[in-house]
């Protein structure tokens, strides 16, 4: 008997992307597992922040793109309870409030970039490709 091993789940790099859940089927995110597959990127998708927390603190999560919601409260409120996890995990924070408040507070907690909504799925895949193999290197 013929045995086929099939690539280890760790050859994979696992992203997580924390969505309110009026934006689960949003199409950037489509796009974005589109973009990734192919690189052995799988998206770990979660709509609560208990999910967030439950993924970053098992572990095996190497990037985490946090979206807010409108006001950006959400994005940076998760943002601060993962550095209290893990400080070093890179963080993306998605939102449509990029005012100097919400820009100045994501600074502090040391996110690794912010988009503005709607998102560039292609600029947000090249920034993740660009971070993962960093961490690689």
């Known amino acids: 008997m013929t045995t086929v091993e099939l690539p280890s789940r760790r050859d994979w790099r696992e992203v997580l992307v924390a969505t309110p859940g009026s934006e689960v089927q949003a199409t950037w995110l489509g796009e974005l597992d589109y973009l990734l597959t192919p690189e052995n990127v799988a998206l770990r998708r979660t709509t609560t922040r ?66 503005r909504e709607p998102v560039d799925s292609k600029q947000l895949a090249t920034l993740l490709m660009k971070i993962l193999r960093q961490q690689l290197s």
Not at 62 to 81: F, H, I, K, Q, W
Not at 103 to 109: G, H, V
């Open 50 to 115: 208990r999910d967030v927390l439950a993924h970053v603190e098992s572990g095996g999560i190497d990037l985490a793109v946090l979206s807010a919601d409108t006001a950006g409260n959400r994005g940076l409120r998760t943002l601060e309870m993962v550095r209290s996890i893990t400080p070093e995990l890179p963080c993306i924070l998605v939102t449509a409030d990029t005012s100097a408040s919400t820009l100045q507070r994501a600074l502090e907690l040391q996110a690794y970039s912010v988009f």
